[in-house]
């Protein structure tokens, strides 16, 4: 316990600030851990995925609790010497050599690099009971909960530019699904001979409420007091990059070009505008699952590591340069 102890103790510089500790952030701490490279993550401890009962697409992993796969990610990190520490990131500053990163509780630490792995919150629409069954009956995505849900009767809420593609996709998974315009527009006389054909049926009105019983959800109540009913609520969030700290580096989250929330825009390396910072998950791939998260993790990894031999390579020629002459 002692070495553990002693092993997350925040030391004052770093190769490498991994901010966030979820898949993208252990990956990338992996990778650079093992490069030998100097390197802390620093987990606020409020995944995304925390509902959740396992994760599902990953190979290997499927149905594995999200809080077991993040543990076991934070011993391999360790076990190469790197540490992970709990705390939250406020602040972000260019120093000359790198950055200065500050934590809610005071605490301050240097870095050559910042890896940025906050992840995202989802945004619910304001129904009443919806967010208590978030993770359970209400779900978002069909890849990650669809087969648990699978020939329930489902309603899916019109909340955005993607509930059509959403609707057609829990519509593979259940011959009972009814769409929920909510307040969003009607379908288009396309999109309705679409949902027609797969025997989706569309009620419209303003969804206020999730009925709920011992069981979980019972049906949706709309605002004239028609109750639909109804097992599983599938619902498009709206996803905001939780990456705040970043605004006084030039780096603020934009609106996404699909419209679905916010995000910090990255190059496929994971590289950012700003010099020296990369991004990586869901804070720049908004509808990432978790093993692309940690894929992009291990990229942004691998290019930091890549980035930092080139400037020491470049500090060797200096000093070599300076010490012999002609050279």
């Not at 997350?8 to 190769?15: G, R």
């Not at 829990?170 to 315009?181: E, G, I, K, N, P």
């Not at 599983?232 to 996803?239: I, W």
């Not at 700290?245 to 609106?255: C, H, N, T």
Request: include cysteine.
């Amino acid at each position: 316990m002692t070495g553990q102890l002693e092993n997350d103790q925040l030391e004052n510089e770093y190769d490498v600030v991994v901010a966030g500790g979820g898949a993208a952030g252990l990956n990338g701490a992996l990778m650079l851990a093992r490069s030998r490279r100097t390197v802390v993550v620093i987990d606020a401890g409020a995944p995304r995925n925390a509902p959740a009962d396992g994760v599902h697409g990953l190979l290997a992993r499927d149905g594995m609790p999200p809080a077991e796969l993040l543990e076991r990610g934070r011993e391999e990190v360790r076990s190469y010497g790197g540490r992970v520490v709990s705390g939250e990131i406020t602040e972000a500053a260019r120093a000359a050599d790198g950055f200065t990163i500050g934590l809610a509780d005071g605490r301050t630490v240097r870095a050559r690099r910042l890896l940025v792995t906050t992840g995202l919150t989802d945004e619910l629409p304001d129904i009443d009971g919806l967010r208590e069954r978030w993770g359970h009956d209400v779900v978002h995505c069909p890849y990650c909960h669809g087969w648990e849900v699978r020939d329930r009767a489902i309603g899916v809420l019109g909340t955005g530019p993607m509930s059509m593609h959403q609707v057609q996709l829990f519509r593979q998974l259940s011959d009972d699904v009814v769409f929920f315009t909510h307040e969003g527009p009607e379908p288009t006389a396309e999109e309705s001979e679409r949902l027609a054909a797969r025997g989706v049926r569309v009620v419209t009105g303003k969804v206020t409420a999730v009925e709920t019983g011992t069981g979980g959800i019972t049906g949706l109540r709309l605002a004239d007091g028609t109750v639909v009913a109804r097992e599983v609520v599938a619902v498009g969030t709206r996803m905001v990059a939780r990456a705040g700290f970043l605004d006084d580096l030039g780096l603020p989250a934009i609106e996404h070009p699909a419209g679905v929330g916010r995000y910090i825009p990255a190059d496929a390396t994971g590289r950012t505008e700003v010099p020296g910072v990369w991004a990586a998950g869901n804070v720049t791939e908004l509808t990432a699952q978790v093993g692309a998260a940690a894929a992009a993790g291990a990229m942004a990894g691998a290019q930091i590591n890549a980035d930092l031999v080139e400037e020491e390579i470049r500090a060797a020629v200096a000093a070599r340069a300076s010490v012999t002459p002609g050279v």
